[in-house]
Structures are given as C-alpha cells and as structure tokens.
C-alpha cells in the first residue's frame, strides 16, 4: 500500500463522477470495449486526487483506458470504490483489481434488473397506454426510466463512496489479501468472457468402418470437448495475450491476424 495521505475528493466529487457515468458508452470500441469511456468518467476526480502530479495522472488515465465491460446503470459503485481506494493512497494495482472484480457482477445485476425487469416494465404500461390513445403513456415511460436510472446512479455512487471512506481505513491492513481474492474473481470473470466470444471449432471427422461394414463418424471437436472443454478459445486468447504482453501488438495487428486466421482455417477446413 502506498503511503497514507489526506483524501482530497468530496461527496460532489463522486456524484458528479455518477453521473458522467451516462457517457460511459460513448466511445465504445472492440479494442478495450468500455476502456475509453471509464477513463472519460473518472477523469475529473483523477484531476483532483493528481492535481499536483501530471505524470502520475497521465498513468493512471493509461492505466483506466484498459479492457472494461459493466452495466453503465451499476457503473457508479465501482467508480466510487476505485476512487476512495485512490484518494486514501491505496496502490492502482489493488485499486483496480477491485475494479475488475466488480465489474462482472454488477453488470449481471444491471442488465437483469434494468433490461429485464424495469425496462419491460415501464414499456409495457407506456405502450398500454398509448394503445388506448392516450399522450400519458410515452410521457409516463420517459420519465419513469429516466426517474429509474437517475435514482440507481446516484444511490450505488453514494453507497459506493460510503463503503470505500468508511471502511478503507479498517481494510488497508487487509487490503493485499482483499486485492489478491478480487485478482482470482477478475480473473475468473475474463475467462469466461473468452469462452462466451471466442468460438473455435474443428470440423474435422474421422470415418470409422465397423464389423457389420457400416460406417461410423467421429468428429475430432466431440473428443476434445470430452477431454477438455474449450480447449481452443483458451489457447486462442493465451495467444493473443501473449503477443500484446510480450510483443506489444496492436489491436489492428491482432484484427489481421485473426482475419487470417479464420480465413485460412475456414478455407482449408481445419477450423470454423
């Protein structure tokens, strides 16, 4: 943990911080996903918390520009987390294993509660409404939905503040530990994100002749997936990893190569 220092942000700080949480998706991309649009949202704190270290803020700003992918509605509470952790001088490193831990279950709670349940909700008694030829209905679900996310914005920012100022004192003898457990949970989180998006499959069969002289065909895929499952997207993304830590390639670069890739395995049909 870096050295203890007197906290610089206010409770406006990370409102205001909240609610910039709307343009999270604004610069959205399938390089980092919402990486962009996170280190737009933080940046005004970061301003604050490194007002007198401009190399410290371009770091941090680098460092936020990573892969990111969460509800926007739930963003707030990890915004403020990550803050209180940075302004009570606790390291990036543990700050943003916090970070990512959160990140995969406050987006499931987000998108279920928001585009399952809340939004449904609000359409169905809005288009009710307007079917029946009444102006309240499209009135109704503006302002009820809007009402909704204003309201989740500003309460999981301020409970995030609250839980980050008033327990980080009595967590920072245990916060290598806390970081370390929330590392495996990110993880964990990203590894299932390559096994959801990356597909790879071999379409390769094997013909076997049987006594009776019928033939019976064994797809290569089925015994892989019996030995180990998702055996490919795992060393496909291990391999990437691998050339943007060690070789330090770009997302073009990566997009090439996958294109290739695919092309090449689809053509031949070794892969799919």
């Not at 499931?108 to 359409?123: E, N, V, W």
């Not at 009776?212 to 895929?221: L, P, R, T």
């Amino acid at each position: 943990m870096e050295s203890k220092k007197n906290p610089v942000l206010k409770l406006k700080d990370y409102l205001i911080v909240a609610f910039r949480s709307f343009f999270l998706q604004s610069a959205f991309n399938y390089g980092n996903y919402q990486g962009l649009g996170y280190a737009n949202v933080m940046l005004p704190a970061l301003k604050k918390i490194y007002a007198n270290n401009e190399d410290a803020l371009k770091q941090s700003a680098i460092e936020n520009i990573e892969f990111f992918n969460s509800n926007p509605q739930t963003l707030p509470f990890i915004t403020s987390i990550h803050l209180a952790l940075l302004d009570n001088g606790e390291s990036a490193e543990n700050a943003r294993s916090i970070k990512m831990a959160l990140m995969g279950p406050l987006s499931g709670i987000g998108d279920s509660f928001f585009q399952f349940g809340l939004a449904p909700l609000f359409s169905s008694i809005g288009a009710g409404l307007a079917a029946e030829g009444l102006i309240l209905g499209p009135i109704l679900f503006f302002l009820g939905i809007n009402a909704s996310l204003i309201a989740t914005k500003a309460l999981t920012g301020f409970y995030g503040y609250k839980l980050g100022t008033e327990y980080i004192e009595s967590l920072s003898d245990k916060m290598a530990s806390i970081s370390r457990l929330a590392a495996i949970v990110g993880i964990t989180v990203v590894s299932g994100l390559a096994v959801s998006f990356v597909k790879i499959t071999i379409p390769l069969k094997y013909a076997a002749t049987l006594p009776d002289g019928s033939v019976n065909e064994i797809a290569f895929q089925t015994i892989l997936d019996k030995i180990t499952p998702n055996l490919l997207p795992a060393l496909f993304t291990l391999f990437i990893f691998y050339l943007v830590r060690n070789k330090k390639w770009n997302v073009y670069q990566l997009l090439a190569l996958t294109l290739v890739i695919g092309m090449a395995g689809s053509v031949l049909g070794v892969i799919a």
